[in-house]
């Protein structure tokens, strides 16, 4: 490409939650004349930095939203967000689309550098549908309801209010009698709100089985694998792994289980067994508050890398920021109102990278802030790709950053563990876990082909 990297086409500061304020932008790009293979390349320059401001727009409403789901001017913002921006964004962008495509193929851009680029592209054009745009909406308020049910999630224990990753730890108690009630009280509230998930569930199926044959599949699995630019394999080999899961990882699972049972000296396990040390030792306690578990993971950076420490304390000292407040990258501690899970969100105008997790005192919040921040890393590395489309990477790619970061900071755990038993301990949750997932991931992939593939199947049968 030329050595154009930079583009003042956007103003530095645009507020792309307001449609008005991107229209004449995007209506500008269509329009501009291309001669030259010069031209485009600043043409997708300017377009890219335009996706990026408007990303960045929709990227801020979401984590305030996931960071505060109980409050009603966040709900709101975002939900403007998601049905006066985004449904009008999405038929400009597909005609962008059609004129980058024949101009890429115009100038010579569809090999090299701009194969992947150009592939995605077409694939795009391919699959836009007018009458998609407003079930795409639909499907993200959806969204937007599960994370706020969850959000409101809390158990009353022993005289206090917890949230649902705060009742973790108690599943970890060596008093099996503890752990049966943390998870039956967990479980009994979730089931409070099963009927309004199953709602969602079939809702979000059906919705996306007619986006699928809107656009010309029989089903939701090929769509998917279509919208998600999956062109190195297929469905088929999607179930050759889960035989070879199946064959080759679950003999080995179940071996750990049967170890297990014996070392707890228990006839049968069960739900509430499988978090606790196997050996019946106290809960490991490897930070107390998200400050806390800032500090330490910076001390392993630190001796990890002095490169990905730089980067690490960038992010902050993990105050409980409450979402994208004064250029706010983290959001850990679990709190009520709060979105579950944990992710990594890259706002691609700042360039900012922004870590949200439930983090409740266990060694799985650990995991999950050495994973999240691997992503991290990874966005950081990437940012000074000139073009939105090669700052991120596929899925399938996406976790190999994050779970190498829980595996190389392994050695440096005892920052969270002076205690060099409670490290190793640590590290064998790990390595255990780290086979586990295996299942768990060709479980849910295997369910999902399922349930896309029969997207009238009845409650009973899913």
């Known amino acids: ?263 707890l000296g228990l006839e049968q396990l069960r739900p509430w067994d499988l978090a606790v040390d196997p050996k019946n030792r106290a809960a490991l306690e490897p930070f107390n508050g998200g400050k806390d578990l800032v500090s330490k993971t910076q001390n392993v950076f630190d001796k990890l890398s002095p490169e990905l420490s730089a980067f690490f304390a960038s992010m902050g000292d993990g105050s409980n920021t409450h979402g994208t407040a004064d250029g706010a990258m983290l959001d850990l501690d679990s709190r009520k109102g709060k979105a579950p899970g944990g992710y990594l969100y890259f706002r691609d105008r700042s360039k900012l990278p922004f870590i949200f997790m439930n983090a409740a005192g266990q060694h799985r919040d650990v995991e999950t802030m050495v994973h999240e921040a691997g992503h991290a890393f990874h966005s950081m590395y990437c940012r000074d790709e000139p073009y939105v489309w090669y700052r991120s990477s596929p899925l399938e790619y996406a976790e190999v950053a994050s779970m190498s970061m829980e595996l190389l900071t392994m050695p440096y755990w005892d920052a969270y563990y002076p205690s060099e038993e409670d490290a190793n301990r640590a590290r064998r949750k790990q390595l255990e876990g780290s086979i586990g997932l295996l299942p768990w991931i060709a479980t849910i992939d295997a369910f999902q082909h399922w349930v896309y593939a029969n997207p009238t199947h009845t409650h009973e049968e899913r």
């Open 1 to 263: 490409m030329t050595s154009m990297q930079t583009t003042d086409f956007v103003p530095p500061v645009l507020d792309a939650t307001k449609w008005e304020n991107i229209e004449p932008l995007m209506n500008a790009l269509l329009e501009r004349e291309v001669g030259s293979r010069e031209e485009l390349e600043k043409w997708l320059l300017d377009r890219s930095e335009l996706e990026a401001a408007i990303g960045e727009s929709g990227a801020n409403t979401y984590i305030d939203m996931t960071c505060d789901t109980g409050s009603d001017e966040k709900q709101a913002a975002y939900t403007s967000f998601i049905t006066t921006v985004v449904p009008k964004v999405k038929p400009v962008g597909f005609e962008l689309d059609k004129k980058m495509k024949a101009l890429c193929e115009q100038y010579g851009l569809t090999s090299d550098r701009y194969e992947v680029l150009f592939r995605d592209t077409a694939a795009d054009v391919d699959l836009f549908r007018p009458e998609n745009v407003s079930i795409e909406t639909e499907l993200s308020q959806l969204d937007q309801e599960y994370d706020k049910i969850c959000g409101a999630m809390t158990v009353e224990w022993k005289g206090e209010e917890k949230t649902m990753p705060m009742m973790g730890k108690f599943f970890e108690s060596s008093d099996r009698s503890v752990r049966e009630e943390a998870w039956r009280k967990v479980a009994a509230r979730r089931l409070q709100d099963a009927g309004r998930f199953n709602e969602i569930y079939d809702e979000m199926v059906q919705k996306r089985h007619t986006v699928a044959q809107n656009a010309g599949f029989d089903n939701y699995v090929g769509y998917a694998f279509k919208s998600k630019h999956r062109f190195d394999y297929t469905p088929a080999m999607c179930g050759a792994f889960h035989d070879a899961v199946q064959k080759h990882v679950m003999p080995f699972t179940a071996k750990l289980d049967a170890s297990r049972k014996e070392q």
